[in-house]
């Protein structure tokens, strides 16, 4: 049986034992743990930054090549024929053949003047027209230009002025304008209207109908006024408007 000076000295001996395996790591221990685990980390980082670089180079490579085409100048040409001058190889090259190249196709020499910077109508037609009776009442027609030099805009607004007995003719045909309503005087119907393009041009005929019984003698009839309008911002008001003057013949 041990004695009591052998077990004492077996549990000194077990707790220096212990003691060793629970100490923990000194500062330099843990500092030498850090930079190891730092190393690793940028090894990684490097590895994934060479595959990534590998696969852009890869797939750059199998990517086709767009070359832009290339238009012979004259200056080139010239270049390439030392002896001549540079009108001779100018002439003489297929860049200025305007088959062989956009730049080199003949201008227009009508100047298309710049729009403006508003909508900008001009409308023209005739002074007069002179209407045939069908034996109950007076019919005709005539032809309209409304021109646009400006910007693009909204909606047109065509004013109707009408003398008495004298009417705007919708079921003949369709003026360009309509659903018309009552504006303040002078003018007779405000009527709505298509905008026109900047820079376009619309024709249309408008046909008038004169409550008149045949006459044995002529009748010339002022009064009717066509006048449109682009919202108010127009520069040249003044050629908007058309003014026609009805003539019932006699019979």
Excluded: K
């Amino acid at each position: 049986m041990p004695t009591n000076d052998s077990l004492q000295e077996r549990l000194a001996r077990y707790q220096v034992e212990t003691m060793r395996a629970v100490v923990p790591p000194g500062p330099l221990a843990v500092r030498r743990t850090v930079l190891r685990r730092q190393r690793r980390r940028v090894a990684l980082a490097g590895v994934a930054a060479l595959v990534a670089i590998a696969s852009a180079i890869g797939v750059a490579r199998w990517l086709p090549t767009r070359v832009a085409p290339v238009n012979p100048s004259p200056s080139v040409s010239a270049s390439n024929h030392p002896g001549s001058s540079p009108t001779t190889s100018a002439s003489s090259s297929p860049s200025s053949s305007p088959s062989s190249s956009p730049s080199s196709a003949p201008t227009s020499s009508t100047t298309v003047p710049p729009l403006g910077t508003v909508a900008d109508l001009h409308v023209s037609g005739p002074s007069s027209v002179t209407l045939a009776s069908d034996g109950t009442v007076y019919r005709g027609q005539f032809n309209l230009t409304i021109n646009n030099s400006g910007i693009p805009y909204t909606q047109s607004t065509v004013y109707v002025a009408l003398p008495v007995g004298v009417d705007i003719d919708f079921q003949a045909g369709d003026p360009g304008f309509g659903a018309c309503v009552r504006p303040p005087s002078p003018e007779t119907f405000a009527c709505y209207a298509s905008s026109i393009p900047a820079g376009g041009r619309i024709a249309t005929t408008v046909h008038v109908v004169a409550q008149y019984a045949p006459r044995s003698t002529e009748l010339d009839i002022l009064g009717f006024e066509l006048r449109y309008d682009a919202g108010g911002t127009d520069p040249t008001p003044a050629d908007n408007t058309v003014a026609v003057q009805i003539v019932l013949p006699a019979t």
